[in-house]
C-alpha cells in the first residue's frame, strides 16, 4: 500500500490494510538517543526482550544504551559480555533493534576507551554521581578525556550536573523530601557542569553532546556555544517537555530523576530552544525502576522513569495542539541524531494515525517495569505500525 509520509511524499509498504492505509501518516522510525535497558545486572527492572517491544511500542528501532550497568561497562571484556548478552536477548524475540551502546568513562580507562572506538557511539561522563558508581568530577582527568575523544573522533556526552554542589546541598537537607529534590540539585548545579564542558569542548575540540538538558541556563550556554562554532549538541527529555516541579504532588516519588524536574520558565525554555534548533534531540533517559522501589521513602527511592513507549504519543500530541511540527519532530527525533552520531538511514518507518486518541494505561505498557508517569493522559496521535528492516510490527 502506499501511505502518505510526513512530508507529503509517498512511501510504499507492504501488508498494510487497505482500509487503514488511507488514516496513515509514515514517519522515519525514531532514535533514542538515551535508554538504559538494564543489562547486565538489573535484568528485573528491564532487559532487551521486554527493552525492545517497548521501543517497537514506541516508533523506535534503534537506541542508544547507558553504560551504567552492574558491572559499569568501562572495559573493551566487559562490553563485549553486555553485547554478547543483548544479542542473545534480541534473537529470543525476532527484534533486530539497531543498537549502540555508550561506554563509561572512569579516571583510568583511555587505554579502554582507545580500544572500543569502533564498537561505541559515544563515551559518558557522569560529572555528577547518579544512579550506577560511575563519576568522574575532576576536572584535569575530564580533560584528559575529552583530548582522547577528540583525537578518537567520538562524541563526549556528558550528564552534567556538578558533584561538588549537589554534595553541598545535601548537607541543607538533613531530612528531605522529594520536594527538596531539585533544591539539594539545583539549576546552579547543571549551569555549572554544562558550562566545565563546554570549556572542555572549546579547549579540546571534542564533539560535546550535552544528555538531559532541563534548565533555562543550561539552553544558553548552548546557545552562545553553538554561536561560537563549537560542536556542541544537547539533548532534552520528554519528562522535562511534558511535566515540572509540580508533579510532585500526584506522583511523589515517581516523579523523582535526575536532573530533576524543573519549573515552567525552564520548561518555556527547552520548547523555545527545539524550535529555535539549540536543543537538537529529545532522548527518553528510559530508566527503569520497579514501582516497588520508586515508592520507597525519599532519598531511597531511585531516580529514573520510563518513556521510550510515551513520547511519541507526547510529541505527537503537541503537535495536535499546534506547538510543534512534524518536520520538527522528525529532526529532534530521528534526523538530527542521524547527523551528531553519524548513523546511517535504516529505511525504518513508524506509520501513525494523527487523528486517533489513546490513554496511557500501566497494564498496556511493555517495559519490565509496567508504569508510566503519564499514565491517564489521553493523547492525539497513536502510534500503529513499526517497519524495522521491513519487518512490520503491528503495535
Ligand atoms: O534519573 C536518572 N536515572 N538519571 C540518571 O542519570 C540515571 C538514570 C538511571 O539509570 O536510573
Ligand atoms: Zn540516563
Excluded at 99 to 109: C, E, H, P, R, W
Excluded at 258 to 263: E, T
Excluded at 287 to 305: I, M, R
Amino acid at each position: 500500500m502506499k501511505i502518505k509520509t510526513y512530508n507529503n511524499l509517498e512511501v510504499e509498504v507492504e501488508n498494510i490494510p487497505e482500509s487503514e492505509a488511507a488514516s496513515l501518516t509514515a514517519l522515519p522510525a525514531l532514535i533514542d538517543t538515551h535508554v538504559h535497558f538494564r543489562t547486565p545486572g538489573a535484568e528485573y527492572k528491564e532487559n532487551w526482550e521486554t527493552g525492545a517491544q517497548a521501543a517497537i511500542a514506541g516508533g523506535v528501532t534503534s537506541v542508544l544504551d547507558m553504560p551504567n550497568n552492574t558491572p559499569s561497562i568501562t572495559t573493551e571484556e566487559i562490553l563485549d559480555e553486555k553485547i554478547k548478552l543483548v544479542d542473545e536477548q534480541l534473537a529470543k524475540i525476532n527484534i533486530p533493534l539497531h543498537k549502540y551502546f555508550y561506554l563509561g568513562a572512569t579516571a583510568d580507562n583511555l587505554a579502554e576507551i582507545e580500544k572500543c572506538k569502533d564498537k561505541i557511539i559515544g563515551v559518558k561522563i557522569f560529572m555528577g554521581a547518579s544512579t550506577g558508581n560511575l563519576l568522574v568530577s575532576d576536572y584535569e582527568i575530564q580533560k584528559k578525556i575529552f583530548q582522547k575523544c577528540a583525537e578518537l573522533n567520538l562524541v563526549v556526552a556528558v550528564h552534567a550536573e556538578d558533584d561538588d554542589i549537589i554534595n553541598a546541598e545535601k548537607n541543607n537537607f538533613p531530612n528531605p523530601t522529594v520536594e527538596d529534590h531539585g533544591k539539594i540539585r539545583p539549576n546552579r548545579a547543571a549551569k555549572v557542569a554544562a558550562k566545565k564542558a563546554i570549556e572542555l569542548a572549546r579547549e579540546t575540540g571534542a564533539t560535546l553532546y550535552i544528555l538531559h538538558c532541563s534548565t533555562l541556563e543550561e539552553v544558553e550556554l548552548v546557545r552562545r556555544a553553538k554561536q561560537d562554532g563549537l560542536k556542541v549538541f544537547a539533548e532534552t527529555t520528554p519528562h522535562h517537555l511534558f511535566l515540572t516541579e509540580t508533579a510532585y504532588e500526584t506522583l511523589g516519588t515517581k516523579a523523582q530523576m535526575n536532573p530533576p524536574l524543573r519549573l515552567q520558565n525552564d520548561q518555556d525554555a527547552l520548547w523555545q530552544a527545539i524550535n529555535d534548533g539549540i536543543i537538537d534531540t529529545v532522548g527518553t533517559d528510559h530508566a527503569p525502576h520497579t514501582l516497588q522501589e520508586k515508592t520507597s521513602p525519599y532519598p531511597q527511592s531511585p531516580s529514573g522513569v520510563p518513556g521510550i513507549e510515551t513520547y511519541l504519543p507526547l510529541l505527537l500530541d503537541a503537535h495536535s495542539k499546534g506547538k510543534i511540527s512534524l518536520e520538527k519532530i522528525v529532526e529532534i527525533t530521528h534526523t538530527n541524531a542521524q547527523k551528531i552520531f553519524g548513523i546511517k538511514e535504516t529505511g525504518d518507518l513508524v506509520l501513525v494515525n494523527l487523528e486517533e486518541t489513546k490513554t496511557i494505561k500501566n497494564e498496556s505498557l511493555k517495559t519490565k517495569c509496567r508504569w508510566s508517569p503519564f499514565a491517564g493522559w489521553t493523547l492525539k496521535g497513536v502510534p500503529k505500525y513499526t517497519v524495522l528492516n521491513k519487518i512490520i510490527y503491528k503495535i
